[in-house]
């Protein structure tokens, strides 16, 4: 279990390199938008500002849902606890 929680806590820790990118490119491009777009672009501008804070939101409650887990080990003492009982 414990190779399971290291993998997936390291390939979260590698997408979080390419999720604060995308999220400054985001950044970028929303603000394009804003400047040059007039209404439309405003509206534009906002929706990809947001779903650029939503993404990388999410990529970080990944980490920290699997950085807990790491910290606790909650499946290990679960299924110890289970192959205990059988």
């Known amino acids: 279990m414990d190779a ?3 993998s997936i806590d390291r390939l979260v820790t590698w ?16 603000g394009y938008f804003f400047m040059s ?5 405003r509206e534009k501008a906002k929706t990809i500002w947001i779903s650029g804070v939503i ?3 999410v990529v970080l409650g990944v980490k920290a849902i699997v950085s807990n887990v790491k910290e606790t080990q909650v499946f290990g ?4 606890g289970l192959t205990r009982l059988f």
């Open 55 to 57: 993404g990388l939101f």
């Open 15 to 30: 997408l979080q390199y390419p999720a604060w990118s995308l999220f400054g490119l985001c950044l970028i491009i929303g």
């Open 4 to 6: 399971l929680v290291n």
């Open 37 to 41: 777009g007039g209404r439309e672009g």
């Open 77 to 80: 003492v679960v299924l110890d």
